[in-house]
């Protein structure tokens, strides 16, 4: 290891790789892959859990099955004036079901927000009601989803 890091082999990056695909790959099934035995990929896979680079598995939905057509995301830049907290703004909006993630950024928003939605009409129910009504909410820039890819990361 170097300054923290985790050094990794051509072993490690492809149970990165394999993992990021399907979560649900068994040891053994890793092994076979990458012609390890079992236990040596269920060791290298302990190895990269215990350093904290495999932080854990997800559940992926499906929104579209869920009638959820629509993500939508906002750019939110909270009102100067005021004296309305990030605290009061963030406690609120993850109180928001359809505000799928809250993300603190630096730049012209000071919040951006994954939202979903059925469709057009009901985002637009959701941004009047909900997220226009939030406390110390300012500018608004919506940006629909057209397309997305997801890509595993820099796993080299």
Do not use: C
């Amino acid at each position: 290891m170097t300054n923290g890091m985790i050094d990794l082999d051509d072993h490690d990056r492809a149970i990165l790789k394999a993992l990021a695909q399907d979560a649900d790959l068994s040891a053994g099934e890793l092994g076979r892959r990458l012609g390890l035995s079992q236990p040596a990929a269920w060791r290298r896979v302990k190895r990269l859990v215990d350093s904290g680079v495999l932080a854990g598995r997800r559940v992926e939905v499906d929104r579209a099955a869920l009638g959820f057509g629509v993500t939508v995301f906002l750019g939110v830049k909270l009102a100067t004036r005021g004296r309305v907290s990030l605290e009061d703004f963030e406690r609120a909006v993850v109180a928001i079901s359809e505000v799928q993630v809250v993300q603190h950024v630096l730049g012209l928003f000071d919040y951006r927000l994954r939202v979903v939605a059925r469709d057009i009409a009901d985002f637009e129910r959701v941004l009047r009601r909900r997220i226009m009504t939030l406390p110390g909410v300012g500018n608004v820039e919506a940006n629909v989803l057209l397309t997305e890819e997801r890509r595993p990361g820099p796993i080299g």
